[in-house]
């Protein structure tokens, strides 16, 4: 069966500096990969998604991811962090199942940005 | 364009109850999902439609949850009776169609006391 790991459940930075969050996921075939944002009392915004081809992908805000086969990771990556990026952060892996693509999501990440 | 709609925003009933929350997607959009998202975790999809027909519903409690899609546009999902433990975020996504991307919806806040 599908999973996501992100391994680090609460993460600090200070604004102005780079980030990375982690994501490994496990999945027999190529999967489709995601990145989700969600801030407090929204839904779940997509930031970014690899399905093929270029193993960096970019995506909105200023956020890109790069999927590493050899390593089963999916790490989100932003060179500079700004307030407004505090938020919890989920990666999702897409397979097979129910008709296809069923999203199996990790339990997030919570990102707070020091001033 | 509009986003997916949910309603109410907040729901606050005791165990036993039961509940319905509404959603209405984005216009054409074909599949629709419902995700349970407990506190600390990620969300959990419970059913999801293609059109008005059940496309997935092996994760959800069917002996107390309940989900339909009259007519292929909005959707409800009931809980009834209500257990403590269903204490979570309902979110609803829906997309053009399976394979493609997720649009989600502001959720819907429910805590069983």
């Known amino acids: 069966a599908q999973s996501v790991t992100q391994p680090d459940i609460h993460i600090t930075v200070s604004e102005g500096a780079s980030l990375e969050l982690r994501c490994n996921y496990s999945y027999g075939a190529t999967p489709y990969l995601f990145w989700y944002v969600q801030s407090p009392g929204q839904g779940l915004q997509l930031l970014l998604k690899y399905f093929s081809g270029d193993t960096l992908v970019q995506g909105i805000k200023g956020f890109e991811a790069e999927f590493k086969r050899s390593q089963s990771s999916f790490n989100l990556r932003k060179p500079s962090v700004h307030w407004s990026d505090a938020a919890e952060y989920f990666c999702a892996v897409a397979g097979e199942g129910g008709g296809g693509n069923k999203l199996t999501f990790g339990t997030g990440t919570q990102l707070k940005v020091e001033l | 364009e509009a986003g997916v709609a949910q309603s109410p925003r907040y729901k606050i009933i005791e165990k036993r109850q039961s509940v319905a929350f509404w959603c209405n997607p984005i216009s054409g959009h074909a599949t629709l999902y419902w995700y349970q998202q407990i506190l600390g975790q990620g969300p959990k999809l419970l059913i999801q439609?293609?059109?008005?027909?059940?496309?997935?519903d092996s994760q959800l409690p069917k002996d107390r949850f309940s989900a339909e899609r009259l007519k292929g546009v909005d959707s409800t999902l009931k809980i009834q009776p209500a257990k403590l433990e269903d204490s979570a975020v309902y979110l609803c996504a829906s997309s053009l169609e399976i394979l493609l991307s997720r649009f989600f919806g502001p959720g819907t806040r429910l805590t069983v006391l």
């Open positions: 439609f293609q059109n008005n027909g059940v496309v997935d």
